[in-house]
């Protein structure tokens, strides 16, 4: 064999050509639409007419939403000044745990609720999707009790004096809600239902059923609510509902759900047990007592937004077909290409 045939198959050897194919040379079958005056006011006519329906209809949803939303955390405490004496007075007020922290607040109901009602409660000022806060949590732990002492992410709420572990730890867990609400009318209790208000694949997946709190809020400082420690983590379901963070700093978690009817005009009482601590940090605690539709709760966003996108798309339409009329153009005229228009004005 020469050399002139080996350094020949060398370099086909070495060679970093692709191996043809209609893909990678980009010659496959391609749709390339011309966008015709025709076809434009046809698209932009159709998206208005199947927006602006959709928009209508998510708003009249949202307007069927009854709800009732009551600020208390101003109400609850004996000072209400902003100034610093006031503050102050708040603040030794909340964090004494020898205060009668009772609150009755009355409402009214506006229209007619049918069950299921849904209670919330709605904190706002309150970030929950702070970094270190976020990731103050040990999953492990939360899933197995052979991870127990895996608290290293936990920081500041690991581990007790002692160096015991705390079950659950971490931030989110140390800072659980624990305002309480009992609802009445005309002096009969209403029931409020907290089962099945948390997440089916946190019951099952994330929170083990044989891992139970050990250690948990047993020193100071006292974050929030405490937890029954002869029940699986996996059953505390107002945990469960306060671990899933929010992402924005205004937000409402669910509380449970009323299963009876409200009537219009249906004066009900609610007694609040106003414990958690939101003074520190001006942040506002809110009750919310609302119904659903098929669009969910009271969100007019939606369907102001279908509606603003569908009459932008109409007025377009309608701008397009006039200029069209008014003064056509004729497709591919080689007369307005720019170089056409540069040798007509010389």
């Known amino acids: ?142 899933r197995s009790p052979k991870y127990e002492g895996d608290t290293k992410t936990c920081d500041p709420e690991s581990e007790i004096d002692d160096h015991k572990p705390i079950v659950p730890c971490g931030l989110i867990a140390w800072s659980l809600f624990n305002d309480t609400y009992g609802i009445s009318t005309k002096s009969n209790p209403v029931p409020i239902n907290k089962k099945d208000i948390a997440w089916g694949s946190d019951k099952s997946s994330k929170f083990g059923s044989n891992v139970y709190p050990k250690n948990f809020q047993n020193q100071d400082p006292i974050g929030g609510g405490k937890l029954n420690e002869s029940l699986p983590l996996s059953e505390q379901e107002d945990l469960l509902v306060w671990m899933r963070t929010a992402a924005l700093p205004n937000f409402r978690k669910l509380y449970g759900r009323i299963e009876t009817d409200l009537e219009a005009n249906e004066k009900i009482s609610v007694v609040i047990q106003n414990n958690y601590n939101t003074y520190s940090f001006d942040s506002r605690k809110q009750l919310v007592l609302s119904t659903t539709t098929w669009i969910g709760g009271k969100n007019d966003f939606l369907g102001k937004a279908y509606i603003t996108v569908g009459g932008i798309c109409l007025f377009l339409a309608i701008a397009f077909l006039l200029t069209y009329v008014i003064k056509p153009r004729p497709l591919g005229d080689p007369a307005y290409l720019s170089w056409n228009l540069n040798s007509a004005e010389l």
């Open 1 to 142: 064999m020469s050399s002139g045939d080996e350094i020949s198959q060398t370099i086909s050897k070495k060679s970093k050509k692709p191996q043809y194919s209609r893909f990678t040379q980009q010659e496959l079958p391609a749709c390339k639409p011309i966008l015709t005056p025709g076809l434009v006011i046809t698209t932009l006519i159709s998206i208005g007419i199947i927006f602006i329906p959709i928009g209508l209809s998510s708003l009249s949803a949202s307007e069927n939403v009854v709800e009732i939303v009551d600020r208390y955390d101003d109400a609850c405490v004996p000072s209400t000044g902003n100034d610093e004496a006031a503050k102050r007075e708040r603040l030794s007020f909340i964090q004494n745990a020898k205060t009668n922290k009772t609150c009755i607040r009355n409402l009214v109901v506006p229209k007619k609720m049918k069950h299921p009602i849904y209670v919330y409660y709605q904190l706002d000022n309150f970030y929950q999707n702070h970094r270190r806060y976020v990731k103050s949590r040990s999953d492990r732990q939360y």
